[in-house]
């Protein structure tokens, strides 16, 4: 049986007006997010509709407006009559995965989503760590080669083949850059980021978020999501907060996620939210896979 899943996109789709033109010519979608900014302790309407591209990239707001954003199409695609059988999403992603699943309600998954994005920003403000992009070298040699360097630097997002993130302590990551450049990969660029995200270094941001966890109350969920950091499925509400509490410094395995899906018997993909970002990855890791993208109004006629 030919199977539907929805994925998610995460950090680096966000942009300013994300969210607007659905808020101001749907009504579903505007009662939705009103539902999601009064629950919660600032102006994110503002920060999306109408702030600063500064203010949007704080990660503390930059999370919560892509999840919000994301949800918010998903309720207008469901309503369209189109269900998953399984859910995903990239790094924060996975949040608004746990909307679309039923582990927590909408305005709930975006709550949650808002304390990690304070977590992360708070512990990427106390370690000098960065984040780099390896373009054109399998993930293997990456790890390999990463085990020579001097200091904390480690991969973290397996995006694609040939595409893979990593990230640790500033200097580390400087000559990580040079010896994977010196080991075949076609380009080794450090990427504008606020701290080395999904590392261990940010283990610390992983515990405050534990804690978090306890503030809500979860259901099992009706549909599988596809873990981040294992590319297993989940159901179970203890195995989601372990996920969550490993994703917070563990990888991103996102070419084993589409993998797993395909496995699944999954033949369509609907990526929901900001930017296509996660389309082109896909591509790349199965080109038989249909990747319909939901963004804005005209995408759900």
Same mark, same amino acid.
């Given at each position: 049986m030919n199977k539907i899943a929805f994925v998610f996109p995460g950090q680096g789709t966000q942009y300013v007006g994300m969210g607007k033109e659905l808020y101001e010519n749907n009504d579903l979608a505007k009662k939705e997010f009103d539902k999601i900014f009064?629950?919660?302790?600032?102006?994110? $309407? /503002? &920060?999306?509709?109408?702030?600063? =591209?500064?203010?949007?990239?704080? /990660? $503390?707001?930059?999370?919560?407006?892509? &999840?919000?954003?994301?949800? &918010?199409?998903?309720?207008?695609?469901?309503?369209k009559g189109i269900e998953p059988n399984y859910v995903a999403g990239h790094s924060v992603g996975e949040y608004a995965a746990i909307g679309s699943a039923g582990f927590l309600p909408m305005e709930e998954a975006v709550k949650l989503t808002s304390l990690r994005g304070k977590a992360m920003s708070k512990v990427s403000g106390e370690v000098a760590g960065s984040m780099a992009a390896i373009i054109g070298l399998d993930s293997d040699k990456i790890v390999e080669t990463l085990e020579s360097i001097e200091g904390i630097v480690e991969a973290v997002n397996f995006n694609e083949p040939k595409q893979t993130v990593i990230a640790g302590e500033k200097e580390a990551i400087g000559r990580a850059c040079v010896a994977l450049k010196e080991a075949g990969a076609r380009r080794a660029m450090e990427l504008a980021v606020s701290g080395p995200f999904h590392s261990s270094l940010m283990q610390p941001a992983g515990e405050i978020l534990k804690e978090a966890l306890e503030q809500f109350d979860f259901k099992n969920a009706e549909i599988s999501l596809v873990a981040n950091t294992t590319a297993k499925e989940i159901k179970d509400v203890n195995e989601l907060k372990e996920e969550l509490y490993r994703q917070s410094f563990g990888p991103v395995k996102w070419v084993d996620t589409i993998v797993a899906?395909?496995?699944?018997?999954?033949?369509?993909?609907?990526?929901?939210?900001?930017?296509? &970002?996660?389309?082109?990855?896909?591509? $790349?890791?199965?080109? =038989?896979?249909?990747?319909i993208n939901i963004e804005k109004l005209s995408d759900l006629v």
């Open positions: 009064s629950n919660l302790d600032f102006d994110l $309407k /503002t &920060v999306m509709f109408e702030g600063s =591209e500064e203010d949007l990239k704080d /990660t $503390k707001n930059t999370q919560p407006a892509i &999840v919000a954003m994301s949800l &918010v199409l998903e309720k207008l695609l469901r309503e899906l395909k496995e699944a018997g999954v033949t369509k993909i609907y990526e929901i939210g900001p930017g296509k &970002v996660l389309n082109g990855l896909i591509k $790349k890791i199965d080109k =038989e896979i249909e990747v």
